[in-house]
């Protein structure tokens, strides 16, 4: 009689749905086992399990709109006979256009378009639900999680990403959690994730997504203020194509720019629109020592940020004045050295002091670079703030490299640039003194460098990037259509993108008198 007892309570929680399962709205089909999201942290949660494969790639779900969104790797595609896949033991029934599919079974989908939308009916224990299966050119991944995801600490999650740049599909764990500082306060927020062997995310997983370099970290860049959706990664080809530092020489395979490739993304059953997957910046990117490299990022306006004073000496810790020490990960004052060192010279030292003693603790050519790729994209969050400053190692001096590249190139889309004009010049307390004291013929270098840049940078191929086709795929595939939905914007990116090149072109005009002029 117990045993009677306990099946029939175990049937009645099985047969109710739950209200706070996260993406589930009006019935889904992607719950748990019983419909319930497991709330224990230490434990998977099972939703991804249920996930449908056509052609053999993961499909993603938006219960908000009942759509299936399945990565294709044609825009026109002759013809399509892919194998349908799911949990026959959840789904007790799949139909497309009204025809029943099998567990395995082919589905002949007949000379479709990337626009074209195909009915599916999806029974499951607790109903029939309708859904609209439609189709991308873009990379796709999809998280699922038992937690709210926060700014730190990383939760747990399962992961499912289908790369069409290789033609593969992962199916892993990762750690999730919110990055950023203001853009924290956005609707649409960017994350940092990395990927792990298992659930408890003790040790770490390396892969190669999107043909980007192989690694457990990444970025998922929301690019929510720019509305071209391109400004970072195009920034950082142009620096790319600009900047150098002194450890290059003997570090080839460095680099010191990050790249970057268009997903769509989905959380819990939830579309969350169109965002880039971006490698980090970090001592494994600029092939750092592992002794003597140091790598110091700049998050805040500060005068030490600036370059114009100390306030406080640090101590042991890894946030100082703006700036967190991203490696080495120990609280040791010591590693503060080398940027202290330098700041201390260009804020207090005397002339003389300064042009004997500047290029020992400062990388000068890279700062010319740093200051001609700022001033020619008008990066306003990147002179102070926003920028990676780093030793490759004992004996070296200090390098830049900039970070977060949204407020560049004439992007007006923010509080802070809306009234900014298109002729100002970004500077600070060492660029100043750099020109004023003409250290080591420093103007006639930088003039020179521009120059040089004028006449080696093609400007025809930096704008085939823009208009390379992963930039054409989110236009084609209607995924810039699907962004302005869910994010309630009217972006136009083909006028976006041309926008780019217009103000680029003028600015161009503009920077090369300005150095006529000045240098």
Request: glycine share 6%; charged share 25%; net charge negative.
């Amino acid at each position: 009689m117990k045993l009677l007892y306990t099946l029939i309570l175990l049937l009645l929680s099985c047969s109710t749905e739950p209200e706070d399962c996260a993406g589930v709205e009006g019935g889904s089909a992607y719950l748990d086992d019983c419909g319930v999201c497991d709330s224990d942290a230490t434990n998977d949660c099972n939703q991804g399990e249920n996930l449908i494969r056509i052609n053999g790639f993961y499909c993603g779900i938006d219960d908000a709109n009942k759509t299936i969104l399945l990565p294709i790797t044609s825009l026109n595609p002759v013809d399509m006979v892919a194998v349908v896949e799911y949990p026959d033991t959840y789904f007790t029934e799949l139909k497309i256009n009204s025809i029943s599919i099998s567990n395995g079974e082919l589905f002949d989908f007949d000379g479709f378009s990337v626009g074209d939308t195909f009915n599916v009916e999806l029974g499951i224990w607790n109903g029939k639900y309708d859904y609209s299966l439609i189709f991308t050119t873009l990379s796709t991944a999809i998280f699922f999680t038992n937690e709210s995801i926060v700014d730190e600490p990383k939760i747990p999650s399962k992961l499912y990403i289908n790369d069409l740049v290789s033609n593969s599909t992962y199916n892993m764990y990762a750690g999730i959690e919110i990055r950023g500082g203001t853009s924290q306060t956005y609707p649409k927020v960017s994350y940092d994730i990395e990927l792990w062997e298992d659930n408890s995310g003790s040790d770490s997983r390396k892969e190669s997504l999107l043909g980007l370099r192989n690694d457990a970290d990444w970025i998922l860049d929301a690019m929510y203020i720019d509305l071209s959706l391109s400004r970072n990664l195009f920034g950082m080809k142009i620096w790319e194509n600009i900047g150098n530092a002194i450890h290059l020489v003997d570090e080839p395979d460095a680099k010191i720019s990050q790249s970057g490739d268009f997903i769509e993304l989905f959380i819990n059953n939830e579309y969350l629109g169109i965002y880039s997957i971006n490698e980090q910046i970090d001592k494994k990117q600029l092939a750092l020592k592992k002794n003597g490299g140091l790598l110091y990022k700049s998050e805040e306006w500060t005068d030490e940020t600036k370059f114009s004073g100390i306030n406080q000496a640090p101590d042991e810790t890894l946030e100082w004045a703006g700036y967190e020490l991203k490696y080495p990960d120990e609280l040791d004052p010591i590693n503060w050295l080398a940027l202290t060192n330098l700041i201390d010279l260009i804020a207090y030292s005397d002339d003389e002091e300064f042009t004997l003693e500047i290029s020992e603790h400062l990388d000068v050519d890279n700062a010319i670079d740093y200051y001609i790729f700022i001033n020619l994209i008008q990066a306003e969050d990147n002179w102070g703030k926003n920028m990676y400053s780093f030793r490759y190692d004992e004996g070296y001096p200090i390098s830049f490299a900039p970070w977060d590249l949204d407020l560049t190139l004439g992007n007006k889309n923010s509080e802070w640039t809306i009234n900014s004009p298109d002729d100002l010049i970004l500077t600070n307390s060492l660029f100043n003194r750099l020109f004023q004291l003409n250290v080591d013929n420093y103007r006639n270098k930088l003039k020179y460098k521009w120059n040089e840049i004028l006449g080696n940078i093609n400007l025809n191929d930096l704008y085939q990037y823009l208009e390379s086709s992963n930039r054409l795929d989110l236009i084609n595939s209607n995924a810039i259509v699907r962004n302005n939905q869910k994010w309630d914007m009217n972006v136009n990116l083909e006028g976006e993108l041309e926008f780019l090149k217009t103000w680029l072109d003028s600015r161009i005009i503009f920077f090369d008198n300005y150095i006529e002029q000045n240098y």
